[in-house]
Each structure stands twice: as structure tokens, then as C-alpha cells.
């Protein structure tokens, strides 16, 4: 069955401290992973999925299968950087997402 | 629309009571998604439609829990007999489905803050 483990449930750094959000999962098939970030009253939204290998807001996420990850990852953190994030894996037969239960990231001044 | 509506954004209700929340979603959209977010239960799934397939209610948490989704267009939750453990925030999504290149990102409305008083 699909899982997705987010160990930290709060996670704080410094202004210009490098991040990892981390995220894991379990699946035997071929794993879409996604990262979703919200806002303070804000709506969910995508901030990348590992298919694009893009850079968003200078966040990047490298697809580990070997162990079965997909961190999320920063090199400097800014305060806008505050957020909740959800790690999200995807069925590639339904197109299903399952989310983690979320890392709250707070960046301090 | 430009987006994902959701109607109520807030609702507060009595124990016993039934509710009903909407979602309207982004046109053209063949895939709707209900999820509950809760504090320290992340983001839930509930329901899945997809087309005209029957639609995956594998998360649905009991049989009080039941959703509609009309014309393949806008979706009902409906939520029978609320008890207060159902108090959280119900988020619908949509999106285009499955593409050659894999999911299609969803695209969240702002959802409806549930209260079972």
C-alpha cells in the first residue's frame, strides 16, 4: 500500500540555514512524488513534482529510490519560506495522490 | 472558474445534525479529490472521481460519509449524523487527471472549516 512518512512535524532554522524537509515512502510501483506547500491563510498549492526537476523558489528535490526518499531541500531559507509542506506520492494506475502529515517550517530572523 | 470553489468556507453545526459541503471545480477537469486536513492527521484522503469511472471511496472513514459528484462537473460531501471528531477542514482538488508524463498536479480550493459543536 502507498505510504508517505514525513518524520518532523516542526522543523526551525535560521534565516540563511540550509533546509531538508524529509520525506519517504512505500511503494512496489513506479513512484510520482510531489511536494505541496500552504501558506498562512493561504490554499494548498504545488510547489514541484519530481517528473519536472525544476527549482522553485530556489527549493529542489532529488528522488532517491535506492532509499526510497524525496527530501526537499534549501540552501538558504528566507522568512517567506515559512510554511506547512506536504510530501505527496502519486498511484501511476489512478492518479491518486496519499500526503504525509505535513512539516511546518519555521524560519527565523 | 479560474479556480477550485468551495462552498461553505465556514460551517459550524450541532452534533446529530447532517451537513453538506460543495465543490465546484476547475473546468474541464475530469478528476475531483476530497481530502480532510485535521491538526496532526495531515491531509486525508476521502474520495476519488475520475470520469465516468466509479469512484474510489476507499478513504471514506464510515458509512455516515457519502459524496456525489453530478454531470461530471460539481461534487456534494455529505456528512450524516455529524459527531464532533468530524470537525476539521475539508479540502476538494482537481485536475486534468493522468497525462502521458504522469499526475497532473491538483489544483486545491480553499475549503470548508468544518465545526461540530
Known amino acids: 500500500a502507498q505510504r508517505v512518512t514525513q518524520p518532523e512535524k516542526l522543523l526551525s532554522v535560521f534565516k540563511g540555514a540550509p533546509v531538508e524537509l524529509k520525506c519517504n515512502y512505500s511503494?512496489?510501483?513506479?513512484?510520482?512524488l510531489f511536494w505541496y506547500v500552504q501558506y498562512s491563510r493561504q490554499r494548498l498549492q504545488l510547489l514541484l513534482r519530481?517528473?519536472s526537476r525544476e527549482s522553485i523558489k530556489g527549493f529542489t528535490a532529488d528522488l532517491n529510490k535506492g532509499e526510497t526518499s524525496f527530501h526537499l531541500k534549501k540552501p538558504f531559507a528566507q522568512e517567506e519560506d515559512s510554511a506547512m509542506y506536504y510530501c505527496?506520492?502519486?498511484?501511476?494506475?489512478?492518479?491518486?495522490?496519499?500526503f504525509g502529515q505535513g512539516t511546518t517550517l519555521q524560519v527565523k530572523p | 472558474g479560474a479556480g477550485v470553489s468551495q462552498s461553505p468556507s465556514n460551517k459550524v453545526t450541532e452534533k446529530g445534525k447532517d451537513v453538506e459541503l460543495r465543490c465546484d471545480p476547475i473546468?474541464?477537469?475530469?478528476?475531483l479529490y476530497w481530502y480532510r486536513q485535521s491538526l496532526g492527521q495531515g491531509l486525508e484522503f476521502l474520495i476519488y472521481f475520475q470520469g465516468n469511472s466509479a469512484p474510489d471511496k476507499s478513504g471514506l472513514p464510515s458509512d455516515r460519509f457519502s459524496a456525489e459528484r453530478t454531470g461530471g462537473s460539481v461534487s456534494t460531501l455529505t456528512i450524516q449524523r455529524t459527531q464532533q471528531e468530524d470537525s476539521a477542514v475539508y479540502l476538494c482538488a482537481s485536475s486534468p487527471g493522468k497525462g502521458r508524463r504522469g499526475i497532473y498536479g491538483y489544483t486545491f480550493g480553499s475549503g470548508t472549516r468544518l465545526t461540530v459543536v
Open positions: 519530481h517528473i
Open positions: 511503494y512496489s510501483g513506479s513512484p510520482e
Open positions: 473546468s474541464g477537469h475530469t478528476a
Open positions: 505527496a506520492h502519486g498511484s501511476s494506475n489512478t492518479g491518486k495522490l496519499i
